[in-house]
């Protein structure tokens, strides 16, 4: 079975984080520049946002792989293999339901109602059968248009090919799934918190 290795992060997040990174370079600058000595008070909390835009909006991703998928969130980091997942979600962002729980990808949340309100019965042709609910039903960010539905359906795609073609049949390898912590961002943040309130209070 030929599989196409697909890396998805959203545009508008990473040109929002080098926006927003770029911004708070210049702030650091011209802060140096008119007080240097101000600046060890006041230069933390524009670290701190600029780490926060890079964590938020630049880091998150999903890469859709042959033996599972890799979600990048702000974090953490998770691999989940094809057989451990029991269904896909789309009602916050797209979501991995696995038996172990929710694997909520931060690249792909669920539009916003702006966006919802332009969707024709034609953006839903072609849902796989595992989208719909007990009734049938589908949700505005199953279509095909969103980025939150489109790449549901391509991971519903090949998740029901593999499916039905018994690849599941051996069962789910515990150890397949794989959790990474960001230590270093959580730290990074932790440590420019603390300094902004020292600065901000001497």
Same mark, same amino acid.
């Given at each position: ?33 008119? @007080?240097? *000595? ?32 890799? *979600? ?16 896909? @979600? ?9 038996? !172990?729980?929710?694997? $909520? *990808?931060?690249?792909? $949340? ?12 034609? !953006?839903? @042709? ?17 279509? /095909? ?8 359906? /391509? ?8 499916? !039905? ?7 789910? @390898? $515990? ?16 440590? /420019? ?10």
């Amino acid at each position: 079975m030929s599989f196409q290795e697909v890396h998805y992060r959203p545009v508008f997040g990473r040109i929002l984080a080098v926006v927003t990174v770029v911004v708070c370079a210049l702030g650091v600058v011209a802060v140096i520049w008119s @007080d240097p *000595v101000s600046a060890l008070r006041y230069v933390w909390p524009i670290l701190l946002v600029a780490v926060l835009a890079w964590a938020l909006f630049w880091r998150p991703s999903l890469r859709v792989q042959q033996h599972g998928i890799t *979600v990048e969130n702000v974090l953490r980091t998770r691999f989940v293999p094809w057989p451990a997942i029991t269904a896909i @979600d789309t009602r916050y962002s797209l979501t991995l339901q696995t038996a !172990d729980g929710r694997v $909520p *990808v931060w690249a792909a $949340p669920a539009p916003g109602r702006h966006r919802t309100l332009g969707l024709a019965p034609k !953006d839903f @042709d072609g849902i796989g059968g595992s989208a719909r609910g007990g009734a049938g039903e589908l949700r505005p960010a199953d279509a /095909l248009t969103v980025p939150s539905g489109n790449l549901a359906q /391509l991971i519903r795609g090949h998740w029901e090919r593999l499916r !039905d073609a018994g690849a599941f049949a051996s069962g789910v @390898d $515990p150890e397949a799934s794989t959790t990474t912590w960001h230590w270093a961002t959580m730290a990074s943040l932790a440590a /420019l918190a603390v300094a902004t309130v020292v600065g901000l209070l001497i």
